[in-house]
């Protein structure tokens, strides 16, 4: 059944793109990249790679709208064990990561209108490895709170697709309105700052400089994360042809123009080392000129916010291993569908529990950062699945085709190397962990695979 609509379609897009992000990145990236124009350089470069990604996808999710998204493109495009790999990573580690680190994030908003729940509960001194100082974990409400928004919101996804639509669309409105009115309110009633802007340009331009900018364009594809999350939900969009196109292409340009936006409020209210040094540069900038009290209404809007992102991640990331699982290469309670709700219940469970271990743990965050290496590896070569099924499916229906095709791909691609070989060499022990992890589905695709050949009917 075909129940999100273009609206919908579109909400999920700007949804899980405008999250926690936009209010923990700006700071992180004036402080790598040491001018406003690098920081600049940055989202607009990010904004642009995101578009054209969205631009490849567009044409992949008109041609193939099936539930799973790049699992269908990887699986057609390239073969079944690159769609594997790439649903093996999502499912166990991407997407229920990403969920968590994003219900966390939720926590730590809220502990800011109630302190309670940063309280710790208690602290386990776990001993580490040749090291003499052990790993205090420290256990606080905040776990627990991140279990119970995961929890809520697979529900809300478990009763229905169309409703965790409409709560998308609502939460959506919401906090891009409250980000909008932040920006508003910093150009309109703040007072003029002589160090704005400044320093405009970095004090010598070198090599260091660009590295300074990938590190900051790292950050940035971080915060615009989520536009390929509307391909996975693909055979569950109205007018697929018409409606994906719309809402990937024209929710990336929107998710960009706010983007750059927040940071000319940030960078026009406060000096650039105080938006460096900032641990929440959306209170500080209201504080500046509406006062502490302001503040809790932005962390309020940092709350809905992290809460529409988490819907929309949850809402489209089922979606993965339960095609896996109808292929029959995934667990097999991961494709059970409910018989009354007709939403993918087992694989909204499984993705909801393995995100709450997570949150519980507190190790989500470290696999978070995996995530970003692994999943930009996908995407590169997602896109290169459709130059091929170009030319070894010419009769597929296309009723939309990238534009700027073959360049704008192309440099995609090349972008998502870029960034990928830059994070190796960057962070070399995590990303080896990370590719480690998806080569151990290999392991599991074998069985898997051996299994249905020898029972084709399952």
């Not at 209010?23 to 001018?35: N, R």
């Not at 920081?39 to 990604?53: D, E, R, T």
């Not at 490849?56 to 594997?84: D, I, M, N, T």
Request: hydrophobic fraction near 55%; proline fraction near 5%; charged fraction near 10%.
């Amino acid at each position: 059944m075909r129940a999100l609509g273009p609206w919908a379609a579109g909400a999920i897009v700007v949804g899980t793109m405008v999250g926690t992000g936009i209010f923990l990145k700006p700071s992180e990236m004036a402080a790598v990249g040491g001018s406003v124009s690098v920081v600049y350089a940055a989202w607009i470069a990010g904004g642009i790679l995101s578009l054209f990604g969205a631009l490849s996808f567009a044409e992949l999710g008109a041609a193939l709208p099936k539930a799973g998204g790049q699992y269908a493109y990887l699986r057609q495009g390239l073969g079944p064990v690159y769609g594997f790999l790439f649903g093996w990573m999502h499912s166990t580690v991407g997407e229920s990561s990403s969920a968590a680190s994003i219900a966390a994030g939720l926590a730590r908003f809220t502990s800011f209108l109630i302190p309670a729940v940063a309280a710790p509960i208690f602290t386990w001194k776990i001993a580490v490895p040749f090291s003499q100082t052990p790993y205090n974990f420290v256990f606080t409400w905040a776990q627990p709170f991140a279990v119970c928004a995961l929890a809520l919101f697979t529900f809300i996804n478990y009763l229905g697709v169309k409703l965790g639509g409409r709560v998308q669309v609502a939460l959506t409105f919401i906090k891009v309105t409250a980000v909008l009115a932040i920006v508003a309110a910093g150009f309109a009633f703040s007072h003029a700052n002589p160090a704005r802007f400044h320093p405009w340009w970095p004090a010598q331009t070198s090599s260091s400089t660009f590295l300074a900018f990938l590190t900051a364009l790292a950050a940035a594809l971080w915060a615009y994360d989520g536009w390929e999350d509307l391909n996975r939900v693909g055979s569950e969009i109205a007018d697929p042809q018409r409606n994906i196109p719309r809402a990937l292409i024209g929710g990336t340009l929107l998710v960009m123009g706010i983007y750059v936006l927040f940071n000319a409020a940030c960078f026009y209210v406060l000096p650039f080392s105080a938006v460096a040094s900032s641990s929440h540069v959306a209170s500080d900038v209201v504080v500046s000129f509406a006062g502490s009290g302001a503040a809790k209404w932005i962390t309020l809007a940092m709350v809905v916010s992290a809460l529409g992102t988490l819907n929309s991640s949850l809402l489209s990331g089922a979606r993965v291993p339960y095609a896996m699982a109808r292929d029959g290469l995934f667990f097999r309670v991961t494709g059970v569908v409910h018989p009354r709700f007709r939403t993918p219940s087992g694989a909204l469970v499984f993705q909801g529990v393995l995100a709450s271990l997570m949150a519980l743990t507190g190790t989500f965050e470290e696999l978070t950062s995996l995530f970003v290496f692994a999943a930009w590896i996908f995407y590169a070569l997602s896109v290169v699945a459709m130059f091929r099924l170009r030319r070894i499916a010419a009769e597929l229906p296309r009723p939309y085709k990238t534009w700027g095709y073959p360049v704008v791909p192309a440099l995609f691609v090349a972008g998502a190397l870029a960034l990928t070989v830059n994070i190796l060499i960057e962070r070399p022990i995590r990303s080896s962990i990370g590719l480690a992890l998806i080569l151990s589905g290999l392991f599991f695709y074998r069985a898997w695979a051996n299994s249905t050949a020898a029972n084709p009917s399952q």
